[in-house]
């Protein structure tokens, strides 16, 4: 019988299997793996799987994870076994049936005598028919001649790529005592299915592309899902052909063609590449690494690429595959790491992203628990672990699982004594090198090894600069790393060889790369990684970049870097690793921040927070005070536990801080809930506590600006805040709570207003005040303990009852100037209950801002009657609001009177035209005090115009700020025309004036 006939019966008599397992139910399945660690039912012949690799198993996977263990005979005698002890008769006898035919059909074979070679298309007839036989006919013409091209693949194509990724997979060089979670769930076949359909509707991705970070799992779904490709359960009906591309190890090779590539893995290297072209709709083009690769440099203005036989460099038909100019009907399955993303986006046409996130949650618990057998233990490691988020984040990567684990199991079995709560991120990865280091036995002196360190350092610091991973035999020799040494690290897993790559290495996980990189800049020595600017030129970019910068593993970096600055921490490496540590680092740093300061480098993207976390990460609270107290204004988004303890450590500090904005997320409990760590842990600080020390900086004595814009605080949190900001000591003088949830806490700030004669301005905008905070607020401005001079309510949803209580505040106090009422529906109703207060003797308003709040023009006649009384107010805000000819008309009428008292004046998006612009003319020329008038975004067109220019010559007129929309007035020529003949016929003004005319786009400045 031929291959292909081979491979059908295999294929055929694993699918059986496989039906039968997915029969039973889950106490059955559960009932089939105990089965499977019996000696006895597995006949004493064959090996003992681990019950780790059986415990969380699905079906379709422990079918693949027996036929590693069994082959294909003695996986049906150890099926029949344990159906025979769980008592499943009928399916017992199936079984033996299955078997006497498999017996029958390998007796009718001559083992030793060779099957005639067929040609090539009888092969795929005869293929084809014996699949329709057994599998059922696919209808058309295109489904036989789909079951043509997989039954081609199946000759050599299915068995290349399988041995491909199986040898793969048994090259990686896992450390002996990792937990390898399979973490195979039922749904797991469904979720590889889904990778090529992930929409779940229309038309199937033709490019998908696996994004996330080192080590979470991206190459190993794609090699699963290729695998069951290989192995008949997935893609049967959609691809043909199938083909696994490395990126790191195809960049190294010489110009080939899109055929010499795809010939690499195929069997005697002649891959049917006319039969690929004929159907290239059913090829699956797996390319694994995208971050490896370079871009091509001008690939836009290459002519198009479709001859498979042309010669190339291997990136650019990589790229022309990633266009879709190379075989655009083929399917695309990418992985890369997220920082590559973009690229992608900007290459790609039309693709679907999945994010790889790792292990859960639960996968995490599970690992942890395996690892240290102790279900307790492991739990409260764990709870420590999930207080640092950054340490939990990187324990998504198996790898840094095992890690952690290891660390902390070594460091725990050394020290009696030893407290998780001294540990940090960085700590933990310096003992697990010098762990390491220290039970090793190493055929190397002393005195070689401070060199050697600061080698590998300076090849993975360079490697990170240029996002290299991957490094070939030449790499280490350059950086003259010795054999006994690269000997040790692949013994200790920090390196480990690349399996399909000969000679090259890689760092077992991205963050010990990430962390020797940062090592490199705080060993001893001048030179940079590269060989081009000095090594402290170099730190300070990678820290300016990485404030600025979003890429995880900059971030990762700039920990490592300022952890590395823990005294004890700098002398166990010196100790065990015989490293030999910078003694400048600490002042380079602080040079560092001070050329921030001086060169206005912390702008609106610096990330403060990240820079806070790098600063708790040292622990050195001398060091923290030093960089810090230069440092006048913080913005804070604090969303989880290491947020907040960060601040707290961190804001202390800031000494001279002026303006604060804290944004908290809901991390303060109402009452602290304690959890016993035991030895294992002594806890420093609560949330509680931690908060208090935040609210501690607001009496500092300097802080004089708060926003706490889109909080979300409990009672008891606002309630500490409030206590604090009363506190004598405490100079602020503005305070922002823009979008605070729950609305009610706001209530706790009558503590404030009542407390703190110093607080001046308060705004409340974007929250529903409702009618029980509203009035307690107001109550409370007219108390003579307030202060209040500004008061922004601009989206507060304010009712009639609300403008009324504010009314009245307004005539009872002489200390508020400044009222913005933007973008309330005050309508003309509410203007008169506030026009009735502007007119009381007590009223002290000097600026008013309406805008956005559906007024009219019975609005406008309350406004004017108010103006006619009202002698303090000078600034009037009215913009975008429907006014129109009449309602212009209406305040002019107070305009006119030489004794107004408004200087400034919006009336921009009004709906008013020439006519309104006519009557603002004439009253300009009674008013001595108007001098900024906007009436931008209005129809004036030239009459318009024409009639302010001509009220500018005016010996009453005082206005000197004219402004305007650039789309609503008339042509620049004639505004100039109209300017210049104002600034010939003025020569009256006794005092030289300036006239403004500004759009949105620019300024224009004409003198007389």
Same mark, same amino acid.
């Given at each position: 019988?031929?291959?292909?006939a081979?491979i ?130 696919e209808?058309?013409?295109g ?7 997989g ?15 199986l ?82 190890k ?8 899109l055929?010499?590539?795809?010939s ?17 709709e ?13 871009m ?27 266009k ?67 340490l ?43 762990s ?8 190397l ?6 060199e ?25 020799k ?20 690349v ?69 004890n ?12 540590m ?34 708790y ?12 107290s ?17 601040s ?95 609305v ?24 529903h ?68 207060s ?33 002698? =303090? /107010?000078?600034? #009037?805000? +009215?913009?975008r609001?429907?006014?129109?000819? !009449? @309602?212009?008309?209406? *305040?002019?009428? %107070? $305009?006119?009177?030489?004794?107004? =008292? /408004?200087?400034? #004046?919006? +009336? ?6 020439? !006519? @309104?612009?006519?009557? *603002?003319?004439? %009253? $300009? ?8 008038l ?5 129809d ?26 650039l ?11 109209l ?9 009256v ?20």
């Amino acid at each position: 019988m031929s291959s292909s006939a081979n491979i059908y019966v295999e294929g055929r008599s694993y699918n059986m299997l496989l039906s039968y397992l997915m029969g039973l139910g889950q106490s059955q399945l559960e009932e089939f793996k105990v089965c499977l660690q019996s000696s006895e039912l597995l006949l004493g012949n064959f090996r003992k799987i681990p019950w780790a690799n059986l415990k969380a198993i699905d079906p379709v996977n422990l079918l693949c994870l027996l036929r590693e263990y069994f082959s294909e005979r003695q996986l049906w005698e150890v099926t029949l076994a344990i159906f025979e002890n769980m008592n499943l008769t009928s399916w017992c006898m199936e079984v033996r049936a299955v078997m006497n035919e498999m017996a029958q059909v390998q007796g009718s074979q001559d083992p030793s005598q060779e099957e005639p070679e067929a040609p090539e298309g009888e092969a795929g007839e005869k293929a084809g028919e014996e699949e329709a036989g057994e599998e059922g006919e696919e209808a058309g013409d295109g489904g036989e001649e789909a079951g043509e091209g997989g039954e081609e693949a199946g000759e050599g194509g299915e068995e290349s790529i399988k041995a491909k990724i199986l040898t793969m997979w048994d090259n990686i060089p896992w450390p002996e005592d990792h937990i390898y979670l399979r973490n195979m769930t039922e749904k797991e076949h469904e979720e590889l299915k889904s990778l090529l359909y992930p929409s779940r509707t229309g038309a199937q991705p033709k490019t998908v592309v696996l994004e996330g970070p080192a080590g979470v799992g991206k190459t190993t779904l794609a090699m699963k899902a290729v695998l069951h490709w290989a192995e008949g359960f997935l893609f049967q009906q959609t691809f043909s052909y199938v083909f696994f591309i490395s990126c790191h190890k195809v960049k190294e090779m010489k110009d080939t063609s899109l055929a010499g590539l795809l010939s690499w893995d195929w069997p005697d290297s002649q891959p049917p590449i006319e039969e690929l072209m004929g159907y290239p709709e059913r090829l699956l083009f797996v390319i694994d690494g995208f971050e490896e690769m370079d871009m091509p440099s001008n690939l836009d203005d290459s002519p198009p690429y479709q001859d498979w036989y042309q010669q190339l460099p291997v990136n650019r038909i990589l790229f022309y595959l990633l266009k879709k100019e190379l075989v655009p009907q083929a399917t695309l399955l990418i992985t890369t790491k997220e920082y590559r993303t973009n690229d992608l986006k900007n290459l790609l046409l039309n693709p679907w992203f999945v994010q790889i996130l790792g292990f859960t949650e639960g996968d995490r618990e599970e690992y942890f628990i395996r690892y240290f057998g102790d279900q307790s233990k492991a739990k409260k490691i764990l709870h420590w672990v999930r207080k640092n988020d950054t340490l939990f984040h990187f324990c998504s990567a198996p790898m840094v699982c095992w890690t952690v684990c290891s660390c902390l199991q070594r460091q725990m079995a050394r020290s009696p004594h030893f407290q998780l709560s001294t540990q940090t991120t960085t700590s933990l990865y310096v003992y697990f090198f010098s762990s390491l280091f220290a039970t090793a036995e190493v055929t190397l002196s002393d005195q070689r090894w401070p060199e050697q360190w600061r080698a590998l350092c300076s090849l993975a610091a360079e490697g990170m600069w240029v996002c290299k991973f991957t490094f070939a035999k030449k790499d280490l020799k350059h950086r003259s790393l010795e054999d006994p040494v690269i000997g040790s690290l692949l013994r200790w897993n920090i390196l480990r060889k690349v399996s399909d790559c000969e000679d090259c290495v890689t760092f077992t996980h991205q963050s010990f790369q990430v962390f020797l990189g940062a090592m490199f800049y705080v060993l001893r020595g001048t030179r940079g990684s590269a060989g081009g600017p000095l090594k402290h030129q170099e730190m300070k970019v990678l820290l300016n970049d990485t404030w600025a910068d979003t890429n995880l593993y900059w971030r990762q970096m700039a920990l490592f870097v300022f952890g590395l600055l823990k005294r004890n921490l700098a002398e166990e490496l010196e100790e065990t690793l015989h490293c030999k540590m910078s003694p400048k680092i600490m002042d380079e740093l602080l040079e560092w921040a001070e050329e921030l300061e001086s060169y206005n480098l912390i702008s609106n993207c610096f990330e403060f927070l990240h820079f806070f976390e790098c600063l708790y990460e040292t622990r050195e609270e001398n060091f923290v005070r030093q960089i810090l107290s230069p440092l006048l204004e913080v913005d804070l988004d604090i969303f989880g536990n290491l947020q907040l303890q960060v601040s707290s450590f961190c804001l202390k500090h800031c000494q001279r801080l002026n303006k604060l904005r804290l944004s908290v997320s809901g991390v303060i409990p109402q009452t602290e809930v304690t959890f016993n760590l035991g030895t294992l842990e002594t806890r420093p600080h609560s949330k509680i506590g931690q908060w208090q020390e935040v609210c501690s900086v607001f009496s500092n004595g300097n802080l004089s600006d708060l926003d706490l814009s889109n909080s979300r605080l409990n009672t008891y949190a606002m309630k500490k805040l409030c206590y604090e900001l009363r506190n004598p000591r405490c100079k602020l003088h503005k305070l922002t709570c823009k979008s605070v949830t729950p609305v009610r806490i706001l209530k706790e700030l009558v503590l404030v207003l009542h407390g703190n004669h110093r607080l001046t301005h308060l705004n409340l905008s974007s929250n529903h005040l409702g009618i029980p905070v509203s009035t307690m607020i107001f109550k409370t401005l007219r108390h003579s303990a307030c202060n209040l001079q500004y008061l922004c309510l601009e989206r507060c949803s304010l009712s009639a009852a609300g403008y009324q209580r504010l009314a009245w505040h307004l005539t009872g106090t002489q200390r508020t100037t400044r009222l913005c009422l933007g973008f309330n529906p005050l309508r003309d109703d509410g203007v008169r209950l506030l026009c009735a207060s502007l007119t009381h003797p007590q009223c002290a308003l000097e600026r008013l801002v309406l805008w956005l709040c559906q007024l009219g023009a019975p609005g406008c006649r309350y406004l004017s009657d108010a103006l006619l009384e009202n002698q =303090s /107010l000078t600034h #009037l805000n +009215l913009r975008r609001n429907d006014l129109r000819d !009449e @309602g212009v008309k209406l *305040l002019c009428k %107070a $305009l006119s009177r030489p004794d107004c =008292s /408004l200087r400034n #004046l919006d +009336l921009s998006n009004c709906s008013f035209t020439a !006519e @309104g612009c006519q009557e *603002l003319a004439n %009253a $300009l020329q009674h008013n001595h005090n108007v001098h900024i008038l906007d009436i931008g975004s209005n129809d004036v067109q030239d009459d318009g115009v024409k009639h302010l220019c001509e009220v500018l010559k005016h010996p009453n007129c005082a206005l000197n700020t004219l402004g305007s929309s650039l789309h609503l007035l008339p042509p620049w020529h004639i505004v100039n025309t109209l300017f210049n003949q104002y600034l010939l016929d003025n020569r009256v003004l006794s005092k030289r004036k300036e006239m403004c005319l500004f759009s949105g786009l620019r300024w224009f400045r004409l003198e007389g």
